[in-house]
């Protein structure tokens, strides 16, 4: 088969900061015990992550300039950090929780992260970003409010609901972890959940009896903000509600122009607002559905959640066939064309993507450009590992802010190339050596044969094109210079298997 190329384009606006928290603004707090518990979301009893004995973990939530104090308890039986993903680090970037910028919270000792949601505003999630605990649970949503004082663009809502979607193995997270370590595959997921429960009973076959399945309650007539996320591991999937219509709003803290979508594609990583009108009638219940996309979908049936809108003058149980997927097994452009028709809301009064103001992004003059291929695993020194531009990164053992911070020598290299290297890769602590203030130009050119999708820890981007076949000069023509949707998370690459979720810190 041939590779399947694929550019993407977006800005970054680079700025370095010392920690600030403001005073007069609100302080929220949060207490997290991070535990292991018992849980069967898909009829097996498995070890799952769980946060103050919940599974998924409880909503963060809070409004824009809050200083947000979360005291994390780790005890499970290896170390632990939580990424708050898509939340902007302004000053304080050492509370991002990653490798690169935290040491790792040991058995038994706790943490306080502390940090300003500094004009900031939208739906994000976070999670635990060591040992591919991720797999195992330990997500949960965060929510930034707007201030009374700057309107939000549409109707308040009549509720506010989080859907958190995943794909989903039964094997524990160190099971997958020692998979990968070893150079294999992760293998088709069993499952994909909804708000950490398994499928409803749709077909007798695909799915056994005695699962528990999401309900989602609403009344007739009302207009909902649903803020979904793609929570899980390696599966873009194909998000839906029977008989309803799902008007984008926001996405990863950027209003969106609103338009109507039957379904939408979701990636890894990705979260959306959609605003749902409860209009139909309540002669049954309506499935809620989450697919998996890019793969053989007569091999991949039984990777399907499925919950329940119940209206509440409901009048019987959902039945029949699930909503169709997109039909694009001949179109394979759908989803690129898709995502392409998420824009900006450049008009809607609120928080910016950065704090230099520059979302007039197509009239600042780029001061570095990047282009970061990646390819199929290759092997180094006997064993396969993913690379970036030809370099496989290894982490450090001393942070890399922290080793800024005390101007520690040698803990890493500021000679990530601009271009690709050419020949034989090599594993090295290579990062990009931005410029203060700079603004940056980065393409992501995907030769691996599946889709990947890449997260920028603590910072938002803005997406401004997207193609197949290798980017050149000439590509510019074609950006998105005045509404390219900023955001935190984007796919590369639309093609058939599975996909990768990569920081980019």
């Known amino acids: 088969m041939a590779l399947s190329r694929f550019w993407g384009w977006f800005l970054i606006h680079i700025a370095l900061f010392l920690s600030l928290c403001y005073a007069e603004d609100p302080f929220v707090f949060y207490d997290f015990e991070v535990t292991y518990i018992t849980a069967s979301p ?79 505003v939208g739906s994000f999630f976070y999670f635990p970003s060591l040992h591919f605990q991720r797999a195992a649970g330990g997500f949960g949503s965060f929510i930034i409010n707007n201030r009374p004082i700057i309107p939000i663009p549409f109707d308040t809502p009549d509720g506010d609901i989080v859907i958190l979607i995943g794909d989903w193995y039964t094997r ?17 997921p069993d499952g994909v959940l909804i708000n950490g429960k398994g499928p409803y009973r749709y077909n007798d076959t695909l799915v056994p009896d005695g699962i528990e399945y999401e309900t989602i309650n609403v ?30 709003a926001e996405s990863e803290g950027s209003y969106t122009v609103q338009q109507n979508y039957t379904s939408l594609d979701i990636h890894v990583g990705q979260s959306y607002s959609f605003l749902l009108t409860t209009d139909q009638n309540a002669s049954s219940d309506y499935y809620i559905v989450a697919s998996a996309r ?47 028709s998420i824009r900006w809301n450049v008009s809607a009064s609120g928080a910016r993507p950065n704090p230099q103001g520059s979302f007039r992004y197509g009239s600042i003059n780029v ?105 050149s000069e000439n590509s510019r023509g074609t950006y998105n210079k005045w509404d390219g949707i900023a955001r935190s998370t984007t796919q590369v690459g639309l093609s058939w298997c599975m996909d990768c979720n990569l920081d980019i810190t």
């Open 294 to 340: 890019f793969v053989n979908e007569s091999q991949w049936k039984r990777v399907t959640g499925v919950a329940i809108l119940r209206y509440s003058n409901s009048k019987g149980k959902a039945s029949g066939p699930l909503p169709d997927p997109p039909q694009d097994d001949f179109d394979k452009t759908f989803s690129m064309n898709q995502a392409r």
């Open 172 to 188: 524990n997270h160190t099971a997958l972890r020692k998979a990968l370590d070893a150079g294999k595959g992760l293998g088709m």
């Open 42 to 120: 898909l009829g097996v009893p498995q070890q799952v992550i769980a946060i103050n004995n919940k599974f998924p973990g409880p909503t963060i939530n809070s409004t824009t300039n809050n200083n947000v104090v979360i005291n994390v308890r780790n005890k499970l039986d290896e170390s632990l950090l939580m990424h708050w993903s898509g939340i902007q680090q302004r000053r304080s970037s050492w509370q991002d929780g990653v490798l690169g910028t935290n040491c790792p919270i040991p058995p038994k000792w706790n943490w306080t992260y502390q940090f300003q949601v500094k004009d900031q």
């Open 367 to 471: 001061t570095e450009v990047y282009v970061l291929r990646n390819k199929p695993p290759e092997t180094i020194d006997g064993k396969r590992r993913a690379t970036l531009s030809g370099i496989s990164f290894v982490n450090p053992a001393t942070p890399i802010r922290l080793a800024d911070q005390y101007k520690i020598k040698g803990v890493y290299k500021l000679d990530f190339p601009n271009k690709p290297l050419t020949g034989p890769p090599k594993m090295e602590t290579s990062v990009i050596n931005g410029t203060y203030r700079g603004f940056m130009e980065v393409i992501l050119q995907n030769n691996d044969t599946k889709m990947h999708t890449y997260h920028m820890s603590g910072y938002a981007f803005f997406v401004v094109g997207m193609d197949y076949g290798e980017w």
């Open 219 to 248: 009344h007739p007539g009302k207009t909902y903000r649903l803020r979904v996320h793609n929570v899980g591991i390696s599966t873009s999937l194909n998000f839906r509600i029977q008989s309803h219509n799902l008007l984008l």
